[in-house]
C-alpha cells in the first residue's frame, strides 16, 4: 500500500486515499467512488462525441463508429442525414448509394447493410421510430447492446447499460475496477460499483480519460489525476 503525493491537474478534486493493488468489496467501492469524483472534476463537459439531431441519427453513427473514429464518422453523416433523414428513405434505399456515402467510414458494405436492415426493422416494428427499450433495440439488424446502450443513454437519457468500447476496456483494467476482459462482464463488473444515473456519463468520462491521457500504447501517467490510486501507475 502506497501514499504517493502529486499536484492536482486543473480542476480535479483530491481525495487523499491509499492506492491499493487489487482492490476488493468496500475498498473497491471507494477507489471506484475517488476514481468517478476525479473523471469528473477533470471533464465536466464530457459527452457523447458523435454529433446527432435525433435518436434515428445517433443509431445510424453509432453503427458507423465500429472500428472508425467518431471524427470520421462526423465528416460522413451530414451527408448521410441529409439524403436519408428517417427510417422511412433509409430502409427504401439503393445499398450502392449508401455504400458511397459511408465508404470513409470503412467496412461500408456491412454497415450500409446494418444501416438499411435497422432502418427496415424500425419502419415494419416501430412505425419508423427509434424505441427506447434495450430487447427492441438489440432486436434490430446490426444493432448490438453497446449501440443500444450508447442510445438509451444519449438520445432518451436512459442508463440502462455502461457503454464499453477499447478506452473504457482498458481503463477498467488499468485502474484495477476489473480484470475481465470481455465487454459483457465488464459491464457487469463496473454496474455496481457506480450510481445507476452516472453510466452513461461514465463511459463518455474513461473514453475522454483514454483520449487524452490514459492512451493505449504510452500512458501520461506523470500528468494523471488518477496516479497515486491508480494500480498501473509508471510513475
Ligand atoms: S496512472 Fe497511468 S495507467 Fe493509471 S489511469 Fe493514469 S494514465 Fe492510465
Not at 10 to 27: M, S
Not at 134 to 159: H, Q
Not at 205 to 227: F, K, T, Y
Request: proline share 6%; with cysteine.
Amino acid at each position: 500500500m502506497t501514499e504517493r503525493r502529486k499536484a492536482a491537474p486543473l480542476g480535479a478534486a483530491r481525495t487523499r486515499v491509499p492506492r491499493i493493488r487489487r482492490p476488493r468489496g468496500a475498498a473497491l467501492r471507494i477507489h471506484a467512488h475517488v476514481v468517478l469524483d476525479r473523471l469528473l472534476a477533470a471533464y465536466p463537459g464530457a459527452h457523447c462525441a458523435l454529433d446527432f439531431g435525433n435518436a434515428f441519427e445517433l443509431l445510424c453513427a453509432t453503427i458507423l463508429s465500429a472500428q472508425c473514429t467518431d471524427k470520421r464518422v462526423n465528416i460522413v453523416t451530414p451527408a448521410l442525414f441529409t439524403r436519408y433523414p428517417d427510417a422511412a428513405s433509409l430502409s427504401a434505399a439503393n445499398p450502392e448509394d449508401v455504400e458511397d456515402l459511408v465508404r470513409s467510414a470503412g467496412f461500408f458494405r456491412s454497415k450500409t447493410k446494418s444501416l438499411i436492415g435497422m432502418a427496415t426493422g424500425l419502419v415494419e416494428r416501430h412505425g419508423g421510430a427509434v424505441p427506447a427499450d434495450m430487447d427492441a433495440l438489440t432486436a434490430l439488424p446490426g444493432v448490438g447492446r453497446k449501440t443500444a446502450s450508447v442510445i438509451l443513454g444519449n438520445a432518451f437519457g436512459r442508463n440502462d447499460g455502461i457503454v464499453v468500447d477499447t478506452h473504457v476496456t482498458r481503463l477498467s483494467n488499468r485502474l484495477a475496477l476489473t480484470s475481465q476482459s470481455d465487454p459483457v462482464k465488464i459491464e457487469r463488473a463496473l454496474m455496481p460499483l457506480f450510481p445507476q444515473e452516472r453510466w452513461t456519463l461514465l463511459s463518455h468520462l474513461l473514453i475522454e480519460h483514454g483520449r487524452q491521457v490514459c492512451l493505449a500504447r504510452a500512458p501520461r501517467c506523470g500528468d494523471c489525476m488518477l496516479s497515486d490510486v491508480c494500480p498501473s501507475a509508471r510513475c
